[in-house]
């Protein structure tokens, strides 16, 4: 009775600590957007497909930023004209509720292995640069038969909200992401998919691993993936884990306590012994700087996409 009312008392005060700052916070959800033309399954990714999906994504693109600048919101539809560039490849675009993209760098043609890097919080359209810097640069890490796909396929929650101390959240985000690996395994047969979870992704990467067909699910900057250990993610694939020296992450709590109204805390730590991850080295920065130039994260997380790291990585 004393440790479950420990863990009650616990999940109270954690979710006391961010009540105050979120309330009245608008999200980028806010910002309207027209309906996405429907577009069928990729089945395949030749060239001529990949060139019609990608056109048509520009012209949702190109669509959504003419309705925020009709509305007021410049910010937005500068960096929608930003995504716009023809250079700039998108399997898929929707303005709404905050964006949902999926932009590929690289060649997806003949692609050998194919980066599915899952966002965490705070990442939606107007700050969307950030993952674009990062897949930029692992993709630069990587060699030529390698691709990277940015997935924001959720709406990702404030760092400072109820939200990001739940898996709600991310069990409403799995199913998309499931389906989005599924289908690019049936396009792409044969290559070798791996999953990169960076911060809250890590818990939407947990909730869809069940049976996923993918070579490795790397969780960085992981406030927990939604499970107490590795076991639970039922998963065939490599499980990965590290942590920068400067993540403000490391100092979490870290738990997953099961109340009669909901689910608060994300799970065990990923880098604890007995969650039984395999620790690859991300040496020093911050919660946002795995994906940094030059840095030991993400060299390492290259090495894994590659199927170059062992478990001393």
Do not use: K
């Not at 303005?95 to 690289?106: H, K, S």
């Not at 003949?110 to 966002?119: D, F, M, Q, T």
């Not at 700050?127 to 990587?142: K, N, V």
């Not at 946002?288 to 997380?301: F, K, Q």
Request: glycine letters at 12%.
């Amino acid at each position: 009775m004393a440790t479950r009312s420990r863990r009650t008392l616990f999940a109270a005060l954690l979710a006391a600590s961010v009540a105050g700052p979120v309330t009245g916070a608008a999200r980028p959800g806010a910002v309207p957007a027209p309906t996405p033309a429907p577009v069928p399954p990729l089945t395949a990714t030749t060239p001529a497909v990949l060139a019609a999906r990608y056109a048509a994504s520009r012209t949702q693109i190109r669509a959504a930023e003419q309705t925020a600048e009709r509305h007021g919101h410049r910010w937005r539809a500068a960096r929608l004209r930003e995504m716009a560039d023809p250079a700039r490849t998108f399997l898929s675009f929707d303005g709404r509720d905050g964006g949902r993209t999926a932009e590929v760098f690289g060649e997806l043609s003949h692609a050998e292995r194919i980066a599915v890097l899952v966002p965490g919080a705070d990442i939606n359209l107007d700050t969307y640069g950030l993952l674009h810097g990062g897949s930029l640069r692992l993709r630069a890490a990587l060699d030529d038969r390698s691709a990277v796909i940015a997935w924001l396929g959720y709406a990702t929650p404030a760092s400072v909200s109820l939200q990001a101390l739940t898996p709600s959240g991310a069990r409403r985000a799995a199913p998309a992401l499931r389906a989005f690996v599924r289908e690019i395994r049936a396009a792409r047969p044969g290559t070798r998919i791996s999953l990169l979870c960076h911060s809250y992704g890590s818990v939407v990467c947990g909730r869809a691993a069940p049976g996923l067909d993918v070579a490795d699910i790397v969780l960085f900057g992981s406030p927990g993936a939604g499970v107490t250990e590795a076991a639970q993610l039922r998963t065939r694939a490599r499980v990965w884990a590290g942590r920068t020296s400067g993540d403000w992450v490391g100092g979490l709590p870290h738990a997953l306590i099961e109340l009669p109204f909901a689910t608060v805390g994300l799970g065990a730590d990923p880098l604890w012994p007995a969650f039984g991850a395999r620790i690859f080295a991300a040496g020093g920065g911050g919660h946002s700087d795995y994906l940094a130039a030059g840095s030991t994260a993400l060299a390492n997380i290259a090495r894994i996409v590659s199927g170059r790291a062992g478990d001393d990585a």
